[in-house]
């Protein structure tokens, strides 16, 4: 049986970098479960770009987690470019706003100031002058900051394999975590569909699977507020001329009326590097069509076909704020996961078990997790290392008194001195 210090459950943007993290410490055994082969993520972790922005409206920990992320996908482009590898983070800058006095503008102001954060405040007739693709109601104001921009998951995940693999980390695929147990030594017993190990730590990173594995350690309160949802993105050819939609100039963007009706988008990213991918606009509804589902990939991204709803949800932002795009075609489109948390705050989880100082969790991010991931990833690999997380953790732990109701009796996968129902 091999014995690790740590076991990282999930290939995801957060467990491939915390497994690279984690990998660096001389001498530390290091392994990642992965449950579906090696290749394109059957998790959130895919689909070319995710958008990076500190500028926040709902979560206000986040922005200096962004922050530290940013730090840490500067220095990857740097580390990318010593291997000849293309960028895994774009800087396109960003654009957030609605009606100015809706929840997010005025959030997304409050945070740039909160956080000392360089940006302008634009009208519509600003907006336009910068980027003349966009429509923008003449009521609508929008938060401008240059620090913003665009994670490649893919490329970020082959590079962490490759890094992780080189320091001795052993990655394994098809590998599905099942169960764990206490051992009397104090190390914990993993069984997998491939045979068991033993850890010191485990960091369980598994995405919109999370929820299922924290029912089966009894974290009820938790999985009632972490659901699987499918969400939807569609490219859509902009226009023969495209200059105006490409990153060089046109910013990530978030608009809307407010945190329930708004759209995230991309620009097109042509001829960076080697690989002229994403060929149309990016775009998808924030809140899509409200659907759950089980988390099988097979039944979400594969299996349940795109349909015209889907394309019409994309649609009623595109044809408003991208009017010239209204009859251009829809290249390319997915449906997908991501986890819908509905606490109060909506705020991830992240931190220890809390029966289990042995056992970190990060999930729950609500379809944000992209640009947090850097520094989650950084936050999970200190704690599983006995190191201060180096950031205050209390509005994301999973013992946050908002999760308490309503919830269920906790049961625990292994006995401890008490269960207190909460
Ligand atoms: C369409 C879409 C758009 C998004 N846009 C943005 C954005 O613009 N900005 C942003 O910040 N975020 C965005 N997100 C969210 C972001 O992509 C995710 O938060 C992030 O990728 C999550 O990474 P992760 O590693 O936590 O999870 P995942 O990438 O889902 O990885 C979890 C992994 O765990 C594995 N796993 C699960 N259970 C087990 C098990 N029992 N055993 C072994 N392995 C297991 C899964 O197979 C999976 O590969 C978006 C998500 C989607 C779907």
């Known amino acids: ?21 984690l990998s660096q410490t001389p001498g530390y055994k290091v392994a990642m479960l992965e449950q579906y082969p090696e290749g394109p993520s059957m998790g959130a972790s895919f689909g070319e770009t995710r958008i990076v922005r500190a500028v926040e409206w709902e979560v206000d920990i986040y922005t200096p987690m962004v922050l530290r992320s940013l730090e840490i996908y500067h220095a990857l482009n740097a580390e990318c470019a010593a291997y000849g590898i293309d960028p895994v983070f774009y800087e396109t800058g960003g654009l957030y706003g609605g009606p100015a006095d ?4 005025k959030g997304a102001q409050e945070s740039v100031i909160r956080h000392n954060i360089p940006h302008d405040i634009l009208d519509a007739a600003a907006v336009k002058k910068r980027f003349p693709v966009l429509n923008i109601p003449d009521d609508y104001k929008l938060v401008h900051d ?13 590079f962490h394999y490759m890094l992780a693999r080189q320091n001795g980390a052993d990655l394994h695929f098809e590998t599905r975590f099942k169960d764990i147990s206490s051992l009397p030594d104090g190390r914990l017993l993993v069984t997998t569909n491939k045979g068991q190990f033993t850890t010191k730590k485990l960091i369980i ?3 919109a699977w999370s929820g299922k594995l924290l029912e089966d350690m009894g974290l009820r309160c938790v999985i009632d507020n972490s659901t699987p949802e499918r969400g939807y993105v569609a490219w859509i050819d902009p226009a023969d001329d495209d200059a105006d939609y490409r990153w060089e100039n046109l910013p990530v963007l978030t608009i809307g009326k407010n945190y329930a009706d708004n759209f995230y988008g991309f620009p097109v990213i042509k001829n960076a590097g080697s690989s002229p991918f994403t060929p149309g606009i990016k775009i998808g509804a924030t809140r899509h069509k409200g659907e759950f589902f089980d988390p099988d990939p097979l039944a979400l991204r594969l299996g349940i ?18 009017p010239a795009t ?11 996961v991501w986890t819908d948390n509905d606490s109060p705050s909506e705020a991830m989880f992240l931190g220890t078990f809390p ?9 729950g991010d609500n379809g944000e997790g992209a640009r947090l991931s850097g520094a989650v990833a950084e936050i999970v690999s200190r704690l599983a290392q006995d190191k201060p997380a180096n950031f205050d953790l209390s509005s994301l732990s999973l013992e946050r008194k908002e999760l308490q109701t309503p919830c269920h009796t906790r ?8 269960i207190e129902p909460c």
């Not at 809706?102 to 503008?105: E, K, L, P, R």
């Not at 209204?326 to 997908?336: E, F, G, L, Q």
């Not at 029966?355 to 999930?363: E, G, N, Q, V």
């Open 305 to 322: 076909p795109t349909d015209d709803a889907d394309e019409a949800r994309v649609r009623k932002y595109t044809d408003k704020y991208f």
């Open 205 to 207: 990173a598994a995405g």
């Open 1 to 21: 049986m091999q014995n690790y210090d740590c076991i990282v459950i999930g290939g995801g943007l957060v467990g491939s970098q915390a497994v690279y993290r």
């Open 326 to 336: 209204k009859s251009r075609p829809v290249i390319k489109d997915a449906a997908c």
């Open 146 to 158: 240059k620090q913003s921009g665009i994670l490649v998951p893919e490329r970020m995940l082959e």
């Open 411 to 418: 049961h625990v996968y292994f006995p401890v001195e008490s």
């Open 355 to 363: 029966d289990d100082k042995r056992i970190i969790i990060a999930c």
């Open 102 to 105: 809706s929840d997010i503008f």
